[in-house]
Protein backbone atom coordinates (compact mmCIF):
# COMPACT_ATOMS: atom_id res chain seq x y z
CA UNK A 1 0.00 0.00 0.00
CA UNK A 2 1.17 3.44 -0.86
CA UNK A 3 1.58 6.36 1.97
CA UNK A 4 -0.69 8.21 0.35
CA UNK A 5 -3.52 5.29 0.52
CA UNK A 6 -2.19 4.74 3.81
CA UNK A 7 -2.66 8.37 5.24
CA UNK A 8 -6.22 8.40 3.68
CA UNK A 9 -7.18 5.66 6.74
CA UNK A 10 -5.25 7.43 9.29
CA UNK A 11 -6.48 10.98 8.15
CA UNK A 12 -10.19 9.17 9.21
CA UNK A 13 -9.19 9.27 12.96
CA UNK A 14 -5.40 10.97 13.00
CA UNK A 15 -4.87 7.76 16.22
CA UNK A 16 -2.18 5.65 15.17
CA UNK A 17 -1.46 2.74 18.50
CA UNK A 18 1.30 -0.03 19.14
CA UNK A 19 0.32 -1.72 21.89
CA UNK A 20 -2.93 -3.68 22.16
CA UNK A 21 -3.15 -3.16 26.11
CA UNK A 22 -3.70 0.19 24.99
CA UNK A 23 -6.08 0.34 21.58
CA UNK A 24 -8.25 3.10 21.05
CA UNK A 25 -11.58 2.93 18.57
CA UNK A 26 -11.03 3.78 14.99
CA UNK A 27 -7.04 3.88 15.38
CA UNK A 28 -4.34 2.38 12.91
CA UNK A 29 -2.28 -0.58 14.81
CA UNK A 30 1.55 -0.67 13.89
CA UNK A 31 2.86 -3.85 14.58
CA UNK A 32 6.34 -3.25 15.85
CA UNK A 33 9.47 -5.74 16.60
CA UNK A 34 11.48 -5.55 19.65
CA UNK A 35 13.68 -7.83 21.08
CA UNK A 36 11.44 -9.18 23.56
CA UNK A 37 7.91 -8.58 21.58
CA UNK A 38 6.35 -9.33 17.68
CA UNK A 39 3.73 -6.97 17.49
CA UNK A 40 2.79 -9.12 14.20
CA UNK A 41 1.09 -11.49 16.13
CA UNK A 42 -1.27 -9.34 17.83
CA UNK A 43 -2.18 -7.88 14.93
CA UNK A 44 -5.99 -9.63 15.40
CA UNK A 45 -6.53 -9.01 18.76
CA UNK A 46 -5.93 -5.10 17.85
CA UNK A 47 -8.40 -4.94 15.73
CA UNK A 48 -11.04 -7.31 18.03
CA UNK A 49 -10.18 -4.37 20.58
CA UNK A 50 -11.45 -1.43 18.33
CA UNK A 51 -8.58 -0.91 16.48
CA UNK A 52 -10.07 -0.27 12.47
CA UNK A 53 -6.29 -1.39 10.54
CA UNK A 54 -3.48 -2.88 11.55
CA UNK A 55 0.07 -2.71 9.77
CA UNK A 56 2.34 -5.86 9.64
CA UNK A 57 5.34 -6.82 8.51
CA UNK A 58 5.39 -10.34 8.54
CA UNK A 59 2.90 -12.85 6.78
CA UNK A 60 0.42 -14.03 9.71
CA UNK A 61 -2.48 -16.55 8.95
CA UNK A 62 -5.21 -14.23 8.51
CA UNK A 63 -8.83 -13.62 6.38
CA UNK A 64 -8.85 -10.28 7.95
CA UNK A 65 -9.16 -7.54 4.76
CA UNK A 66 -8.26 -4.96 7.15
CA UNK A 67 -4.88 -6.19 7.75
CA UNK A 68 -2.22 -4.32 5.91
CA UNK A 69 1.13 -6.11 4.94
CA UNK A 70 4.26 -3.71 4.32
CA UNK A 71 7.39 -4.63 3.81
CA UNK A 72 8.67 -3.12 7.21
CA UNK A 73 6.18 -1.60 9.44
CA UNK A 74 8.62 0.96 12.02
CA UNK A 75 9.69 2.50 8.32
CA UNK A 76 6.02 2.70 7.29
CA UNK A 77 5.09 4.33 10.29
CA UNK A 78 8.43 6.99 10.12
CA UNK A 79 7.46 7.70 6.20
CA UNK A 80 3.35 8.16 7.41
CA UNK A 81 4.92 10.56 10.21
CA UNK A 82 6.90 12.94 7.97
CA UNK A 83 4.03 12.82 5.24
CA UNK A 84 1.74 13.85 7.75
CA UNK A 85 4.54 16.48 9.35
CA UNK A 86 3.97 18.10 5.59
CA UNK A 87 0.43 17.75 4.94
CA UNK A 88 -0.03 19.67 8.52
CA UNK A 89 1.82 22.86 7.88
CA UNK A 90 2.48 24.02 11.00
CA UNK A 91 5.58 25.58 13.32
CA UNK A 92 7.24 22.57 14.60
CA UNK A 93 9.69 23.34 17.69
CA UNK A 94 12.41 20.60 18.31
CA UNK A 95 14.81 20.03 20.94
CA UNK A 96 17.69 18.16 22.46
CA UNK A 97 20.66 18.59 24.40
CA UNK A 98 22.56 16.43 26.94
CA UNK A 99 20.80 17.52 30.14
CA UNK A 100 17.41 19.10 30.94
CA UNK A 101 15.48 18.03 27.41
CA UNK A 102 12.23 16.88 29.22
CA UNK A 103 11.71 19.40 31.76
CA UNK A 104 12.59 22.13 28.85
CA UNK A 105 10.26 20.59 26.64
CA UNK A 106 7.64 20.07 29.52
CA UNK A 107 8.04 23.93 30.40
CA UNK A 108 7.83 25.14 26.81
CA UNK A 109 4.79 23.35 26.24
CA UNK A 110 2.77 24.61 29.41
CA UNK A 111 3.94 27.97 27.83
CA UNK A 112 2.66 27.76 24.60
CA UNK A 113 -0.24 26.12 25.65
CA UNK A 114 -1.98 29.06 27.43
CA UNK A 115 -2.53 30.46 23.98
CA UNK A 116 -2.04 27.60 20.92
CA UNK A 117 -3.28 24.08 20.72
CA UNK A 118 -0.22 22.21 21.32
CA UNK A 119 1.25 18.98 21.33
CA UNK A 120 4.24 17.40 22.26
CA UNK A 121 6.21 14.94 23.05
CA UNK A 122 4.69 12.50 25.98
CA UNK A 123 7.08 11.58 28.62
CA UNK A 124 11.17 10.79 26.88
CA UNK A 125 9.68 9.52 23.89
CA UNK A 126 12.27 11.31 21.94
CA UNK A 127 14.00 8.29 19.96
CA UNK A 128 12.95 6.73 16.21
CA UNK A 129 9.59 5.58 17.63
CA UNK A 130 8.90 8.17 20.10
CA UNK A 131 9.50 11.28 17.36
CA UNK A 132 7.22 9.82 14.28
CA UNK A 133 4.01 8.30 17.15
CA UNK A 134 4.41 12.42 18.53
CA UNK A 135 4.07 13.59 15.10
CA UNK A 136 1.68 11.52 14.64
CA UNK A 137 -0.59 12.48 17.54
CA UNK A 138 -1.19 15.75 16.21
CA UNK A 139 -4.04 17.00 14.48
CA UNK A 140 -5.63 19.71 11.77
CA UNK A 141 -6.50 21.60 14.66
CA UNK A 142 -3.08 21.68 16.24
CA UNK A 143 -1.08 25.24 16.31
CA UNK A 144 2.30 24.44 17.44
CA UNK A 145 4.35 20.59 18.03
CA UNK A 146 7.27 20.02 20.15
CA UNK A 147 9.48 17.26 19.61
CA UNK A 148 12.34 16.34 21.79
CA UNK A 149 15.01 14.30 20.07
CA UNK A 150 17.41 12.14 21.97
CA UNK A 151 20.27 10.81 20.78
CA UNK A 152 23.56 8.29 21.70
CA UNK A 153 25.03 7.87 18.70
CA UNK A 154 26.42 9.98 15.79
CA UNK A 155 23.39 10.66 13.22
CA UNK A 156 20.42 10.30 15.37
CA UNK A 157 19.13 13.82 15.56
CA UNK A 158 19.34 13.77 11.35
CA UNK A 159 17.36 10.84 11.10
CA UNK A 160 15.01 12.23 13.83
CA UNK A 161 15.06 15.84 11.88
CA UNK A 162 14.32 14.05 8.92
CA UNK A 163 11.22 12.65 10.12
CA UNK A 164 9.81 15.58 11.82
CA UNK A 165 10.95 18.33 9.56
CA UNK A 166 11.14 21.27 12.52
CA UNK A 167 11.55 25.03 11.43
CA UNK A 168 12.36 25.70 15.04
CA UNK A 169 15.06 24.50 17.08
CA UNK A 170 16.77 24.37 20.22
CA UNK A 171 19.48 22.84 22.41
CA UNK A 172 19.66 22.82 25.81
CA UNK A 173 23.62 22.41 26.23
CA UNK A 174 26.76 20.24 25.75
CA UNK A 175 27.29 17.75 28.04
CA UNK A 176 28.96 14.54 28.80
CA UNK A 177 25.93 12.26 28.27
CA UNK A 178 26.58 9.41 26.61
CA UNK A 179 30.08 8.77 25.81
CA UNK A 180 30.23 5.55 25.14
CA UNK A 181 27.79 5.56 21.96
CA UNK A 182 29.26 9.50 20.62
CA UNK A 183 32.96 7.98 21.68
CA UNK A 184 33.86 11.66 22.69
CA UNK A 185 33.11 14.90 23.58
CA UNK A 186 33.53 16.14 20.14
CA UNK A 187 31.51 13.68 18.93
CA UNK A 188 29.00 14.85 21.32
CA UNK A 189 28.87 18.36 19.96
CA UNK A 190 28.57 17.10 16.44
CA UNK A 191 25.77 14.89 17.15
CA UNK A 192 23.73 17.23 18.86
CA UNK A 193 24.46 20.53 16.49
CA UNK A 194 23.01 17.94 13.70
CA UNK A 195 19.77 19.68 14.97
CA UNK A 196 21.64 23.14 14.16
CA UNK A 197 22.56 21.98 10.66
CA UNK A 198 18.89 20.76 9.32
CA UNK A 199 17.57 23.83 10.60
CA UNK A 200 20.29 26.02 9.02
CA UNK A 201 19.67 24.30 5.60
CA UNK A 202 15.62 24.85 5.96
CA UNK A 203 16.52 28.64 6.67
CA UNK A 204 14.63 28.39 9.97
CA UNK A 205 15.33 30.22 13.53
CA UNK A 206 17.04 28.67 16.56
CA UNK A 207 16.65 29.35 20.07
CA UNK A 208 20.24 30.31 21.91
CA UNK A 209 21.72 31.31 24.99
CA UNK A 210 23.87 33.46 24.26
CA UNK A 211 25.86 33.31 27.65
CA UNK A 212 27.00 29.59 26.58
CA UNK A 213 30.05 30.10 24.15
CA UNK A 214 29.62 26.48 22.65
CA UNK A 215 25.99 27.58 21.45
CA UNK A 216 26.86 30.70 19.79
CA UNK A 217 30.01 28.72 18.21
CA UNK A 218 27.32 26.11 17.04
CA UNK A 219 24.90 28.18 15.81
CA UNK A 220 26.99 30.82 13.47
CA UNK A 221 25.43 31.53 10.33
CA UNK A 222 21.98 30.61 11.24
CA UNK A 223 19.05 33.09 12.10
CA UNK A 224 18.70 33.25 15.78
CA UNK A 225 16.49 34.21 18.83
CA UNK A 226 18.66 35.01 21.98
CA UNK A 227 18.76 34.75 25.25
CA UNK A 228 21.16 35.91 28.54
CA UNK A 229 21.02 37.12 31.93
CA UNK A 230 20.56 40.64 30.99
CA UNK A 231 17.34 39.76 29.42
CA UNK A 232 15.79 37.22 31.89
CA UNK A 233 17.78 37.44 35.26
CA UNK A 234 18.43 35.02 38.08
CA UNK A 235 17.25 36.45 41.68
CA UNK A 236 17.46 33.56 43.65
CA UNK A 237 18.24 29.37 44.09
CA UNK A 238 17.74 28.68 47.42
CA UNK A 239 16.28 26.00 46.48
CA UNK A 240 14.16 27.25 43.94
CA UNK A 241 14.55 28.97 40.85
CA UNK A 242 12.72 32.80 40.98
CA UNK A 243 13.59 35.19 37.49
CA UNK A 244 12.78 37.98 36.08
CA UNK A 245 11.75 38.75 33.11
CA UNK A 246 10.40 42.51 31.67
CA UNK A 247 9.85 43.30 35.38
CA UNK A 248 7.79 40.48 36.31
CA UNK A 249 8.63 38.12 38.92
CA UNK A 250 8.55 34.05 38.01
CA UNK A 251 8.87 31.77 41.18
CA UNK A 252 9.51 28.32 39.85
CA UNK A 253 9.11 24.93 41.44
CA UNK A 254 12.19 24.02 39.88
CA UNK A 255 15.36 23.61 42.13
CA UNK A 256 18.84 24.27 41.02
CA UNK A 257 20.66 26.97 38.94
CA UNK A 258 21.09 24.50 36.10
CA UNK A 259 16.91 24.63 35.49
CA UNK A 260 17.89 28.36 35.15
CA UNK A 261 18.54 27.88 31.41
CA UNK A 262 15.46 25.50 30.97
CA UNK A 263 13.15 28.37 32.79
CA UNK A 264 14.60 31.08 30.34
CA UNK A 265 14.29 28.91 26.83
CA UNK A 266 10.86 28.67 27.53
CA UNK A 267 10.19 32.12 28.33
CA UNK A 268 11.93 33.56 25.40
CA UNK A 269 9.77 30.82 23.01
CA UNK A 270 7.11 32.05 24.95
CA UNK A 271 7.62 35.57 23.99
CA UNK A 272 8.86 35.01 20.17
CA UNK A 273 5.46 33.01 19.85
CA UNK A 274 3.80 35.99 21.51
CA UNK A 275 2.22 34.77 24.75
CA UNK A 276 1.06 37.63 27.37
CA UNK A 277 4.15 37.54 29.97
CA UNK A 278 1.69 37.73 32.59
CA UNK A 279 0.82 33.99 31.06
CA UNK A 280 4.53 32.42 30.92
CA UNK A 281 4.75 33.43 34.77
CA UNK A 282 1.47 31.22 35.65
CA UNK A 283 2.53 28.50 33.38
CA UNK A 284 5.95 28.62 34.76
CA UNK A 285 4.61 29.01 38.27
CA UNK A 286 2.61 26.24 38.27
CA UNK A 287 4.67 23.31 36.64
CA UNK A 288 5.78 21.15 38.55
CA UNK A 289 8.44 18.38 37.83
CA UNK A 290 7.50 14.74 38.11
CA UNK A 291 9.47 11.37 37.30
CA UNK A 292 11.99 12.18 40.11
CA UNK A 293 12.94 14.83 38.19
CA UNK A 294 14.47 17.38 40.63
CA UNK A 295 11.89 17.02 42.90
CA UNK A 296 11.93 18.23 46.24
CA UNK A 297 10.41 15.38 49.03
CA UNK A 298 10.32 16.35 52.80
CA UNK A 299 10.45 13.62 55.11
CA UNK A 300 9.84 13.84 58.81
CA UNK A 301 11.96 16.80 59.12
CA UNK A 302 13.97 15.95 56.04
CA UNK A 303 14.39 17.68 53.00
CA UNK A 304 15.26 15.41 49.97
CA UNK A 305 16.39 16.71 46.26
CA UNK A 306 15.33 13.58 44.20
CA UNK A 307 16.99 13.82 41.53
CA UNK A 308 17.45 9.68 40.18
CA UNK A 309 15.96 9.97 37.08
CA UNK A 310 19.14 10.56 34.67
CA UNK A 311 23.25 11.38 35.41
CA UNK A 312 26.13 12.39 33.69
CA UNK A 313 29.34 14.18 33.97
CA UNK A 314 27.85 17.10 33.54
CA UNK A 315 24.52 17.27 35.04
CA UNK A 316 26.34 15.42 38.29
CA UNK A 317 28.59 18.47 38.70
CA UNK A 318 26.00 21.08 38.24
CA UNK A 319 23.80 18.92 40.59
CA UNK A 320 26.65 19.03 43.26
CA UNK A 321 27.72 22.72 43.21
CA UNK A 322 24.14 23.81 43.37
CA UNK A 323 23.76 21.89 46.51
CA UNK A 324 26.37 22.97 47.73
CA UNK A 325 24.99 26.60 47.48
CA UNK A 326 22.06 25.91 49.42
CA UNK A 327 21.61 27.44 52.79
CA UNK A 328 21.52 24.32 55.13
CA UNK A 329 23.63 23.01 57.97
CA UNK A 330 23.51 19.42 57.15
CA UNK A 331 23.95 18.00 53.86
CA UNK A 332 24.38 14.51 52.75
CA UNK A 333 24.75 13.72 49.01
CA UNK A 334 23.95 10.33 47.87
CA UNK A 335 25.38 9.31 44.61
CA UNK A 336 24.75 6.73 41.89
CA UNK A 337 26.37 5.08 38.97
CA UNK A 338 26.47 7.26 35.60
CA UNK A 339 25.70 4.91 32.59
CA UNK A 340 26.70 4.71 29.00
CA UNK A 341 30.16 6.63 29.91
CA UNK A 342 32.18 3.69 28.14
CA UNK A 343 36.26 4.03 28.34
CA UNK A 344 35.52 6.94 30.07
CA UNK A 345 33.54 5.39 33.18
CA UNK A 346 36.05 5.51 35.90
CA UNK A 347 37.73 8.30 34.76
CA UNK A 348 34.58 10.37 34.86
CA UNK A 349 33.56 8.79 38.16
CA UNK A 350 36.26 9.43 39.96
CA UNK A 351 36.32 13.06 39.04
CA UNK A 352 32.45 13.21 40.76
CA UNK A 353 34.10 11.73 43.73
CA UNK A 354 36.56 13.88 44.28
CA UNK A 355 34.13 17.10 43.76
CA UNK A 356 31.33 15.41 45.77
CA UNK A 357 34.06 15.37 49.00
CA UNK A 358 35.89 18.35 48.48
CA UNK A 359 32.64 20.58 49.38
CA UNK A 360 31.77 20.69 53.25
CA UNK A 361 28.94 18.18 53.42
CA UNK A 362 28.31 15.91 56.22
CA UNK A 363 28.32 12.81 54.29
CA UNK A 364 28.96 11.42 50.73
CA UNK A 365 27.51 7.95 49.96
CA UNK A 366 28.94 6.57 46.58
CA UNK A 367 27.15 3.44 45.25
CA UNK A 368 27.51 1.03 42.34
CA UNK A 369 30.01 -0.55 40.57
CA UNK A 370 31.48 2.35 39.14
CA UNK A 371 31.94 4.31 42.28
CA UNK A 372 33.06 1.28 44.69
CA UNK A 373 36.22 0.73 42.98
CA UNK A 374 37.37 4.84 42.90
CA UNK A 375 40.21 6.16 45.48
CA UNK A 376 39.02 8.80 47.62
CA UNK A 377 38.57 9.88 51.23
CA UNK A 378 36.05 10.95 53.06
CA UNK A 379 33.17 8.91 51.49
CA UNK A 380 30.86 5.58 52.06
CA UNK A 381 31.10 3.42 48.95
CA UNK A 382 29.18 0.77 48.40
CA UNK A 383 28.74 -1.80 45.59
CA UNK A 384 25.31 -1.74 44.90
CA UNK A 385 22.22 -0.58 46.34
CA UNK A 386 21.45 -3.33 48.71
CA UNK A 387 25.08 -3.36 50.20
CA UNK A 388 23.92 0.64 50.88
CA UNK A 389 20.32 -0.96 52.46
CA UNK A 390 22.14 -3.84 54.08
CA UNK A 391 24.64 -1.19 55.91
CA UNK A 392 21.92 0.92 57.14
CA UNK A 393 24.22 3.46 57.34
CA UNK A 394 21.55 5.47 56.56
CA UNK A 395 19.82 5.19 59.97
CA UNK A 396 22.60 7.92 61.79
CA UNK A 397 21.15 10.52 59.42
CA UNK A 398 19.95 13.29 61.91
CA UNK A 399 17.25 15.63 61.54
CA UNK A 400 16.95 18.74 59.70
CA UNK A 401 19.41 17.43 56.69
CA UNK A 402 19.00 17.92 53.18
CA UNK A 403 19.86 14.83 51.08
CA UNK A 404 20.74 15.06 47.26
CA UNK A 405 19.98 11.38 45.84
CA UNK A 406 20.90 11.83 42.03
CA UNK A 407 22.19 8.76 39.97
CA UNK A 408 21.17 7.46 36.22
CA UNK A 409 17.98 5.47 35.81
CA UNK A 410 19.06 2.22 36.10
CA UNK A 411 20.50 2.82 39.51
CA UNK A 412 16.86 3.12 40.49
CA UNK A 413 17.76 5.48 43.57
CA UNK A 414 14.22 6.27 44.42
CA UNK A 415 13.70 3.26 46.63
CA UNK A 416 16.24 5.05 48.85
CA UNK A 417 13.06 6.96 50.32
CA UNK A 418 11.19 4.15 51.50
CA UNK A 419 14.30 3.87 53.94
CA UNK A 420 14.55 7.20 55.17
Do not use: W
Not at 145 to 171: D, Q, W
Request: with cysteine; net charge positive; proline share 2%.
Amino acid sequence: MEIEQLYNLYSQSFLIDTDTRKIRKGSIFFALKGENFNGNLFAEEAIAKGASYAVIDEIIETNNTNIIKVKNSLETLQKLANYHRRKLGIPIISLTGSNGKTTTKELINAVLSTKYNTVATQGNLNNHIGVPLTILSMTPKTDIGVVEMGANHMGEIKFLCNIAEPNYGYITNFGKAHLEGFGSFENIIKGKSELYNFIKKDNGIVFVNSDDKLQNKQSEGIKKVSYNQKIIALEEVNPYVKVTFKNITISSNLIGKYNFTNIAAAITIGDYFNVDPIDIRTAIENYIPTNNRSQIVLKNSNKIILDAYNANPSSMKEALENFNLLKSKNKIAILGDMFELGKESLKEHQEIALLATSFNFNKVYLIGKAFSTVTVKNAFQFESFEAFKKSQNYININNNTSILIKGSRGMALERILDLL
